[in-house]
């Protein structure tokens, strides 16, 4: 949901505005076959720093005046650990496209939010985004520790990789994924500026094992809570569910917030701390400022599907609004806020008549077969597929396609060849005391001025999240 439009707008505040870096190539490429309206996507391209390459994903993906809208999107190259160029060059291009829109016109800060989980994609999209000059990268799902060191050769044009965590692997395996940023394009670049990495975290032990070494030490953290949108880290200790079937979290959840100030890096609070008081709150306990996501999801700059947007808008004033921290939905294994809303992947009967099926896989998870070769399995696929892959049909059930489910959200939902369209998923955190003291339909800039309003929190700093 949060674009370069919504980025770009929280930044031009003089906050931060954060892009989500997560499947871009996808984006990127459905805009492209919808004719690229307004033309911006053309406009970043054009200056990419290697025309040739902008121009190859153009010839594939660009249709003049957009494709009929009864096609499918042509499909992108999926993740893999085998090199892929026409893959990695969508994919650094993608990235660059939106932090570059993102950063037209003003001089604000932008961020980019990636999920380490999804380990695959990171070094092309991270590249991609520092070639336009990106000046954060957040990066939660995960243990972001090699993340500091890709950055420092990154900047330098240098080949980069990281690890890739492959399941059923041998202990002394050693899987990785990279890019080599003269091979790709042909030409060494001038140095870029290292952009600074924000570790997104659920606990101060966490935060304490990042910062052990330079090596692996981010320039700072967001803290976030369980209730904050989308994926959130799963209870310590043994699972337990409520009577509605959320996991519950105890005290080992809550992050101490005084061993973070110990280790001498900023940080920003996130979940429930997107309101006039929870700013102020933040301020008081040694934090930075905030990181603010389902405020920013439902504004008018939201990439969130517009029809979409009003009808939670609609619901949450009438107090009719849930959302669900499901256990299952999400095919990464992490628990996923759901929002509750008719037609879309959060009606039981909507869920079941989709047809199962993993054609993105963006979360699917690598693994060793029994012939020592990598494949990849997803949750979220055909049962008796998942089953043939060596896990327990257990894993399947209440698992929603993200993939898909997002894309839709935005208004780039698949439509298949029988003429089925791929249905909306509806992430927000759920906090909604933000929805108080806002218009009812209201800008990115009502929200910052909001949370600034009380004037304790006038030297804060608020970020988007993504």
């Known amino acids: 949901m949060s674009g370069w439009r919504l980025a770009r707008a929280v930044a031009r505040t003089g906050q931060l505005g954060v892009v989500s870096g997560t499947a871009l190539d996808l984006v990127l490429s459905r805009?492209?076959?919808?004719?690229?309206?307004?033309?911006?996507?053309?406009?970043?391209?054009?200056h990419f720093p290697v025309p040739e390459v902008a121009e190859r994903v153009l010839a594939r993906f660009f249709v003049p005046g957009g494709a009929d809208p009864g096609l499918p999107y042509r499909p992108v190259p999926r993740?893999?650990?085998?090199?892929?160029?026409?893959?990695?060059?969508?994919?650094?291009?993608?990235?660059?496209?939106?932090?570059?829109l993102a950063k037209e016109g003003h001089d604000g800060p932008i961020g980019i939010?990636?999920?380490?989980?999804?380990?695959?994609?990171?070094?092309?999209?991270?590249?991609?985004?520092?070639?336009?000059?990106?000046?954060?990268v957040l990066m939660g799902a995960g243990i972001p520790s090699e993340i500091p060191r890709l950055l420092d050769a990154l900047a330098a044009h240098r080949p980069a990789e990281i690890s890739v965590t492959v399941a059923e692997s041998a202990a002394d395996d050693r899987h990785t994924?990279?890019?080599?940023?003269?091979?790709?394009?042909?030409?060494?670049?001038?140095?870029?500026?290292?952009?600074?990495?924000?570790?997104?975290?659920?606990?101060?032990?966490?935060?304490?094992?990042?910062?052990?070494?330079?090596?692996?030490r981010p320039d700072g953290f967001v803290l976030e809570t369980p209730v904050a949108g989308g994926h959130s880290a799963p209870p310590r200790g043994k699972p337990q569910l409520d009577a509605a079937g959320e996991p519950v979290y105890g005290p080992r959840d809550r992050i101490d917030t005084g061993k973070i100030a110990a280790l001498g890096l900023p940080f920003w609070l996130a979940g429930g701390y997107g309101?006039?008081?929870?700013?102020?709150?933040?301020?008081?306990?040694?934090?930075?400022?905030?990181?603010?996501?389902?405020?920013?999801?439902?504004?008018?700059?939201?990439?969130?599907?517009?029809?979409?947007?009003?009808?939670?808008?609609g619901r949450a004033a009438e107090g009719t609004l849930e959302v669900r921290n499901d256990p299952r939905a999400s095919p990464a294994g992490f628990p996923f806020k759901i929002a509750d809303l008719?037609?879309?992947?959060s009606d039981p009967a909507v869920y079941a008549e989709r047809p199962r099926l993993c054609d993105l896989g963006h979360l699917r998870t690598p693994y060793r077969k029994e012939d020592g070769?990598?494949?990849?399995?997803?949750?979220?696929?055909?049962?008796?597929?998942?089953?043939?892959?060596?896990?327990?049909?257990?894993?399947?059930?209440?698992?929603?396609c993200l993939c898909n489910g997002l894309l839709a959200a935005i208004g780039l939902g698949q439509r298949r060849p029988d003429g089925y369209q791929e249905p909306p998923?509806?992430?927000?955190?759920?906090?909604?005391?933000?929805?108080?003291?806002?218009?009812?339909?209201?800008?990115?800039?009502?929200?910052v001025g909001h949370l600034l309003s009380l004037s304790a929190a006038g030297r804060a700093r608020v970020a988007t999240a993504s």
């Open 79 to 100: 993740l893999g650990l085998r090199p892929h160029r026409a893959r990695d060059e969508l994919t650094v291009v993608a990235n660059f496209a939106e932090v570059f």
């Open 113 to 136: 939010n990636y999920l380490e989980k999804i380990q695959l994609a990171t070094p092309a999209s991270v590249y991609g985004a520092m070639l336009a000059g990106v000046d954060y």
């Open 31 to 46: 805009r492209l076959q919808r004719g690229d309206p307004g033309g911006h996507l053309r406009r970043a391209l054009a």
């Open 342 to 345: 008719p037609g879309t992947m």
């Open 177 to 216: 994924v990279g890019v080599d940023p003269a091979a790709l394009l042909g030409r060494v670049l001038g140095p870029l500026r290292r952009p600074r990495l924000l570790a997104i975290v659920s606990s101060h032990v966490l935060a304490a094992y990042l910062t052990r070494s330079a090596e692996t």
């Open 275 to 313: 309101t006039p008081e929870g700013l102020v709150q933040a301020v008081e306990i040694g934090a930075a400022g905030v990181q603010v996501g389902s405020a920013f999801a439902l504004c008018r700059e939201s990439g969130l599907d517009a029809t979409l947007r009003r009808r939670l808008l």
């Open 425 to 447: 998923l509806l992430t927000l955190g759920q906090d909604l005391g933000f929805l108080e003291g806002l218009p009812d339909d209201y800008s990115a800039a009502d929200v």
């Open 373 to 400: 070769a990598v494949g990849y399995r997803c949750p979220a696929e055909p049962v008796g597929v998942h089953v043939r892959k060596g896990r327990p049909e257990e894993d399947t059930v209440g698992r929603r």
